[in-house]
T-cell receptor, first 110, second 112 residues
Framework: EDKVVQSPLSLVVHEGDTVTLNCSYE??????LLWYKQEKKAPTFLFML????IEKKSGRLSSILDKKELSSILNITATQTGDSAIYLC??????????FGKGTSLLVTP | DADVTQTPRNRITKTGKRIMLECSQT?????MYWYRQDPGLGLRLIYY???????NKGEISDGYSVSRQAQAKFSLSLESAIPNQTALYFC???????????FGQGTRLTVV
């Protein structure tokens, strides 16, 4: 059975802190790992990672995949209150749909 | 207009009623999905379809059925709604098995 596990499940930090969110997976026929941000309703796409060791960056957010360790991290530097959201990790396997983890709920306090 | 549109956005229904949630997309994607989200449980896959003639069960398909009426339309039905089907439901589409999914705005369903 495919599994995607995120940690921590929730996190409270102060503005300006740096956070690291973790995602590990056990799946067959791995194709890619994706990160989404969910604020109010629909998840919005952040990153898609297919190759190990190549960092993807977008502003203060960055992510990297380690296929040897079957894991990925999402880093957010200099956090802002607008970063408060649920961060979802999903794994795409060949011939199948996205398999999501339970998400990490991040709260950034002023 | 949104690329992936779900209707209704909110619905309250009674136990035992039949209800249909509809999803339409203008992205031209072949793949469509239905997920439900419950607090602390992430997104769980109900059904997915890779083209009009292809329907597949996800991890939690019991109590649900789907219809892929056209490439652009994928509807989810609850034949006899029960309270533990109260959840936030998302429709999503993707272009291929390498592309990321685009989500609709969600339907908040309450079964009383």
């Amino acid at each position: 059975e495919d599994k995607v596990v995120q940690s921590p499940l929730s996190l409270v930090v102060h503005e300006g802190d740096t956070v690291t969110l973790n995602c590990s997976y056990e799946v067959t026929n791995f194709r890619s790992l994706l990160w989404y941000k969910q604020e109010k309703k629909a998840p919005t796409f952040l990153f898609m990672l297919t190759s190990s060791g190549i960092e993807k960056k977008s502003g203060r957010l960055s992510s990297i995949l380690d296929k040897k360790e079957l894991s990925s991290i999402l880093n957010i530097t200099a956090t802002q209150t607008g970063d408060s959201a649920i961060y979802l990790c999903a794994v795409l396997t060949s011939g199948y749909a996205l398999n999501f983890g339970k998400g990490t709920s991040l709260l950034v306090t002023p | 207009d949104a690329d992936v549109t779900q209707t209704p956005r909110n619905r309250i229904t009674k136990t035992g009623k039949r209800i249909m949630l509809e999803c339409s997309q203008t992205k031209g994607h072949d793949r469509m999905y239905w997920y439900r989200q419950d607090p602390g449980l992430g997104l769980r896959l109900i059904y997915y379809s890779f083209d009009v003639k292809d329907i597949n069960k996800g991890e939690i398909s019991d109590g649900y059925s789907v219809s892929r009426q056209a490439q652009a339309k994928f509807s989810l039905s609850l034949e006899s709604a029960i309270p533990n089907q109260t959840a936030l439901y998302f429709c999503a589409t993707s272009e291929s098995d390498r592309g990321h999914a685009f989500f609709g705005q969600g339907t908040r369903l309450t079964v009383v």
